[in-house]
């Protein structure tokens, strides 16, 4: 099916630990998005990447790592996690990068 | 740098109309959208305004904007319980490639 899917949905990981949280689009879009998203704060933007091997830093990027070999995927990263990266993570994709966007399903990430 | 403002909480009741409002302060945007997240759920796009229209409607929905006071708003008609969700305004920004800014979304109840 087309469309744009995130794995896992519901992850639970210690702090400390290597989390790697996939997403996928079908759309062949050229832009690509991570969010996070926490009560009070909205959405706030990770990374983005206009093509494979791009990628930019967006408002709150520290802590998280990203890649983008392939045009249909872009996995974020928490390299070491910690408490404050409990949240609900939201990957996106547009054709142009102040386009619409289309959004996944989201991942409930919790530290413990 | 470009921001978006909105009020976080709405309750209405339903069958009433419900107006969400949204500032923004790039005066040259292109594009504002309106998104739906329901709960659970990544955002969708509910509709879209392009920057030289005052007004759309779209069956219950209708899109205001005001460019001289930056203001955007979202009118639903008869609202129903399936309308509680949040929505999120969202501007293209004029600075070139830059990803959409997002206000922090409106949580729209609505009472039976």
């Known amino acids: 099916d087309a469309g744009i899917t995130q794995s896992p949905r519901y992850k639970i990981t210690e702090t400390g630990r290597q989390v790697t949280l996939m997403c996928h689009q079908t759309?062949?879009?050229?832009?690509m998005f991570w969010y996070r998203q926490d009560l009070g704060h909205g959405l706030r933007l990770i990374y983005y990447?206009?093509?494979?091997?791009?990628?930019d830093k967006g408002e709150v990027p520290d802590g998280y790592v990203v890649s983008r070999s392939k045009t249909e995927n872009f996995p974020l990263t928490l390299e070491s996690a910690t408490r404050s990266q409990t949240s609900v993570y939201f990957c996106?994709?547009?054709?142009?990068?102040?386009?619409?966007?289309?959004f996944g399903p989201g991942t409930r990430l919790t530290v413990t | 740098g470009e921001d978006v403002e909105q009020s976080l909480f709405l309750s209405v009741r339903e069958g009433d109309s419900s107006v969400i409002n949204c500032t923004y302060t790039?005066?040259?945007?292109?594009?504002l959208y309106w998104y739906k997240q329901e709960p659970g759920a990544g955002l969708q796009l509910l509709t879209y305004?392009?920057?030289?229209?005052d007004m759309k409607q779209d069956q219950r929905l209708t899109v205001l904007l005001n460019k001289k006071d930056k203001h955007l708003s979202l009118r639903i008609a008869d609202t129903q319980t399936g309308d509680s969700a949040i929505y999120f305004c969202?501007?293209?920004?004029?600075?070139?490639?830059?990803?959409?800014?997002f206000g922090k979304g409106t949580r729209l109840s609505v009472i039976a």
């Open positions: 790039d005066s040259s945007s292109t594009y």
């Open positions: 759309w062949s879009h050229s832009y």
């Open positions: 305004i392009f920057s030289n229209m």
């Open positions: 996106a994709s547009a054709e142009a990068t102040g386009g619409e966007q289309y």
């Open positions: 990447s206009a093509a494979a091997d791009i990628t």
């Open positions: 969202a501007e293209t920004p004029h600075s070139g490639n830059t990803p959409l800014v």
